[in-house]
């Protein structure tokens, strides 16, 4: 069965902190690895797609990783807002797909406080 | 603005009734996929459709189904086989290409009367 763990399950920071988040999987032959943003009783919001050819992707302030070979993958924040607080899941295709049906983390909750 | 359109935001379900879930998307994605999430379980696939008229049963199907008419549509029927409804549904779409980011709308929160 193919799992997807996300630790911590929460994380609270001052604002200015730079932190990371991590995700890790079971499935060593993923294609590629989605980290998302859910705001409270929001839908998911897709913040970054990281191909397994790739090592990193970012985007602003915003940096992602994956390791296939050792099953992770970090989220890199820098200089955290209080806007940053919401929960952030990851997400792979299944089966050795490169796109479709998705299984999920748990998220990890983030609080960024003034 | 492209996106995707699920609607009622809210939705109540009295004992023995089936309701219907809509999602809409006009980004000509081929790809449509139902989630329901659950406090502390993440997110759990129901269905899915990789093209009109033909879907797939998901982890999670039982109690559950839903139609592909339209490129455009994929809407859930939350019959009363399903015994314990009240979640957070959420509907996605992508294109059937590789390394293609999923997309998602807003959600619709279904509890019981």
């Known amino acids: 069965k193919q799992e997807v763990t996300q630790i911590p399950a929460a994380l609270s920071v001052p604002e200015g902190e730079n932190l990371v988040l991590n995700c890790s999987f079971t499935d060593s032959a993923i294609y590629n690895l989605q980290w998302f943003r859910q705001d409270p009783g929001k839908g998911l919001t897709s913040l970054l797609l990281i191909q397994s050819s790739q090592r990193e992707q970012t985007s602003g302030r915003l940096n992602a990783s994956l390791d296939k070979s050792s099953g992770r993958s970090t989220l890199y924040i820098a200089a955290s807002q209080p806007g940053d607080s919401a929960t952030y899941l990851c997400a792979h295709p299944r089966g050795g797909t490169s796109y479709g049906k998705l299984t999920f983390g748990q998220g990890t909750i983030l609080t960024v406080h003034p | 603005d492209g996106g995707i359109t699920q609607s009622p935001k809210y939705l109540f379900r009295k004992e023995g009734q089936n309701v219907t879930l809509s999602c809409e998307q006009n980004?000509?994605?081929?790809?449509m996929y139902w989630y329901r999430q659950d406090p502390g379980q993440g997110l759990r696939l129901i269905y899915y459709s990789q093209i009109v008229n033909d879907f797939q049963k998901g982890d999670i199907a039982e109690g559950y189904s839903v139609s592909r008419e339209k490129k455009e549509s994929f809407p859930l029927t939350v019959t009363s086989a399903q015994k314990n409804p009240t979640a957070f549904y959420l509907c996605?779409?992508?294109?059937?290409?590789?390394?293609?980011?999923?997309?998602f709308g807003d959600g619709t929160r279904l509890s019981i009367l």
């Open positions: 996605a779409s992508s294109m059937s290409e590789s390394n293609q980011p999923q997309h």
């Open positions: 980004l000509n994605h081929d790809a």
